[in-house]
């Protein structure tokens, strides 16, 4: 499942640091917004959602950031563990009456160096 | 089973064949959607039905024809593909359709297919 031979920005860090993968998104009309993480041989898997309500999320171990004003996402995790290493999507919800549909990122890897 | 299911997993086909992919969700949504993930490109919509009914198609070529039988299934048939279409064909669902907002979608696994 994973994007093989995409140039994804690879983010490495060690086990038991904290990471941080950030996510620009395009349409200040988005008003809803998903973590995603895909291991490999396997679909995307949520990890946390925020509203644009909100500014800030705490899960299990990872907290999403949302700054409106720069269109810009961030999820957070604690303490890396090596289970933690996938790429990770951002995807917003374009908002609106009518159609809506997510439009996802092009990911960021995460490697988790034990 | 639980979740989004997809078969196969795995598909190896020539460029004059005919396949369908095949998902199935076990979540009692009313959406399902085909994504295409291709190894140079993000995640892309590709279809979108919503209780049963085809409501979004993303430009898509008309080698790629998507059936919804009912609000569990959904198939993707396949057919003169060429070997751009090589890719993850990822299917997945949502309780709401594409006027619900906040709409989560579940993914499965994926179908990795790859055309000769």
């Known amino acids: 499942g994973e994007s093989v031979g995409l140039h994804l920005p690879t983010l490495s860090v060690q086990e038991g640091d904290n990471s941080i993968i950030n996510c620009a998104y395009s349409?200040?009309?988005?008003?809803?917004f998903i973590w995603y993480k895909q291991e490999s041989g396997k679909g995307p898997q949520f990890i946390i959602d925020i509203r644009s309500n909100m500014d800030k999320r705490q899960g299990q171990r990872v907290t999403v950031l949302l700054n409106k004003t720069v269109k810009h996402l961030s999820l957070q995790i604690a303490a890396t563990q090596p289970g933690d290493s996938a790429v990770y999507f951002c995807a917003e919800d374009r908002g609106g009456t009518g159609r809506r549909a997510l439009t996802f990122g092009s990911g960021t890897r995460l490697q988790v160096q034990p | 089973e639980t979740g989004v299911t997809q078969t196969p997993r795995h598909l190896v086909m020539g460029m004059t064949n005919k396949k369908s992919l095949k998902c199935e969700q076990h979540?009692?949504?009313?959406?399902m959607y085909w994504y295409k993930q291709s190894a140079k490109k993000p995640l892309e919509l590709m279809f979108v039905?919503?209780?049963?009914?085809?409501?979004e198609n993303n430009s898509v070529p008309s080698r790629f024809s998507p059936e919804c039988p009912n609000s569990s299934h959904l198939f993707l048939h396949l057919h003169t593909l060429q070997p751009e279409d090589s890719a993850l064909y990822l299917c997945?669902?949502?309780?709401?359709?594409?006027?619900?907002?906040?709409?989560?979608?579940?993914f499965g696994p994926g179908t990795r297919l790859t055309v000769l």
């Open positions: 997945a669902s949502s309780q709401g359709g594409l006027a619900s907002a906040y709409n989560e979608q579940f």
């Open positions: 039905y919503s209780l049963e009914e085809r409501v």
């Open positions: 349409n200040s009309a988005s008003d809803y």
């Open positions: 979540l009692g949504h009313n959406a």
